[in-house]
């Protein structure tokens, strides 16, 4: 009796690493996310120009929307693989999508024709004169994991920070900034006390 039992709690463990295994290589569902529909490159917008304007003005928010953020992304960022993945994987995109307090930064990319997910949400508060950004979770594909297990995404992450390292420092002057829906809010206002 007992060998059956282990028997059984053995072939449920494996049925849940199987259905686990196929979640992770089924891209997610990105048809909530703005700014995904232009199918050619469209020309870069001035969003880092803008940021640089609020931030030496310090007179109101700016507000970005995600279809502009995503269309800045899609202008300003190429990807490449190195050898030897670059033989079947090819980037395709970086895009995010806002909800409120939370940004997730999703990875897509094509591996032997199929297309492939994963993505980090993480959240950025004001701690005095710093700004403290931590991941949340993600997923890979439609499986959706805690933290830790996106320790696969560190350097695709740590690549992605330094191509946009103007723009994060841009974003880093600002004195607040809000995710809300499908927007960003960034105040480089002083506080008034």
Known sequence: MLRFLLNVLITAWLGFLAAAAIQAHRPANLSDVQGLDATEKPPASDILDRIEQAIWRRNA???????????????????????????????????????????????????????????????????????????????????????GALATLIPSMRSLCHALDEEIHAVFKMNQIRFESHKIMLDPRFDQK
Not at 96 to 122: E, H, N, Q, Y
Not at 124 to 145: A, H, I, M, Q, Y
């Open 61 to 147: 928010p700016l507000e970005l929307g995600e279809a502009e953020v995503n269309h800045y992304l899609a202008s300003s960022l190429t990807g490449t693989q190195q050898y030897p993945s670059s033989l079947l994987t090819k980037f395709d995109r970086v895009a995010v999508s806002f909800k409120p307090g939370l940004c997730r930064v999703w990875l897509c990319w094509t591996i032997a024709g199929r297309p492939m997910t994963a993505a980090l949400d993480f959240t950025v508060t004001r701690d005095k004169r710093n700004f403290v950004v931590e991941p949340c979770g993600g997923s890979l594909g439609r499986l959706t994991v805690f933290r």
